[in-house]
């Protein structure tokens, strides 16, 4: 199913594109087509995916297609991890979310951190970046996602939980791969990479 979602994510990218770039109107027809037999491709092969959903889908970017960015910010102390619990699963990740417009990645890790846990946190090192088709991430939606996880130390003891969590712990490695994780956001191997990070005087950020 993972280069089926893939396939359709790259239609839809030549349609969107297309549709952007071409002055042609008969090619504009063409890219209007394609990106119709893309919804009826995606509607088949895709359970309970709606019109609405479609719509939004195609139509939430503009001009080049490009990846949507993931960030999540590994928080230690005392060779724990910092995790939140997410209210809408009952399950446990690395604080992070999307790249928000007029921030900069590392300040999103400082904003979600905040956001999510309660505490200030300064980011260290970049400790890897992931691209979630090619790593066999879970997904909740057919966005293309680079992952961006980053190292941080935190600067206060203070927390609890956001609006969208419900608690807020520092675990170990081992106590952390026995939760119930939220694998779209961080698989058990985010967690091994990002302890090895912290336990390293000189890392080198890890990509594809």
Same mark, same amino acid.
Request: charge should be negative.
């Given at each position: ?16 594109t ?10 504009r027809?063409?890219?209007?087509q394609l990106?119709?037999?893309s919804?009826?491709?995606i509607t ?6 709606t019109?609405e ?21 590994a ?8 995790l939140?619990?997410?209210k809408?699963?009952?399950q446990?990740?690395?604080?992070g979310?999307?790249? %928000?417009?007029? /921030?900069?990645?590392?300040?999103? +890790?400082? *904003?979600?951190?905040?956001?999510? =846990? ?6 260290q090192?970049l400790?890897?970046i992931?691209?979630m ?5 879970p ?15 935190p ?10 969590t419900? %608690?807020?712990? /520092?675990?170990?490695?081992d106590e +952390?791969? *026995?939760?119930?994780?939220?694998l =779209?956001?961080n ?5 091994k ?8 005087k000189a890392w ?5």
């Amino acid at each position: 199913m993972d280069e089926i979602e893939l396939l359709l994510e790259q239609l839809q990218a030549i349609a969107q594109t297309g549709k952007h770039y071409s002055k042609d109107v008969f090619d504009r027809e063409r890219y209007d087509q394609l990106e119709v037999v893309s919804k009826k491709l995606i509607t088949k092969l895709i359970n309970n995916t709606t019109t609405e959903q479609l719509d939004i889908f195609f139509d939430a970017d503009t001009g080049y297609v490009t990846p949507k960015v993931d960030i999540r910010a590994a928080t230690f102390k005392d060779d724990k991890i910092l995790l939140v619990r997410e209210k809408s699963s009952g399950q446990w990740s690395i604080p992070g979310g999307w790249g %928000d417009i007029g /921030y900069s990645a590392s300040e999103i +890790a400082i *904003k979600e951190t905040f956001e999510e =846990a309660g505490i200030h946190t300064v980011p260290q090192r970049l400790i890897a970046i992931k691209d979630m088709q090619k790593n066999h991430y879970p997904k909740k939606n057919l966005n293309y996602v680079y992952k961006m996880f980053f190292e941080c130390k935190p600067t206060e003891d203070n927390l609890h939980s956001g609006v969208e969590t419900s %608690d807020v712990k /520092y675990f170990t490695l081992d106590e +952390a791969l *026995k939760l119930n994780l939220s694998l =779209a956001r961080n698989m058990p191997e985010d967690f091994k990479l990002a302890f090895k990070c912290h336990h390293s005087k000189a890392w080198e950020t890890y990509f594809d």
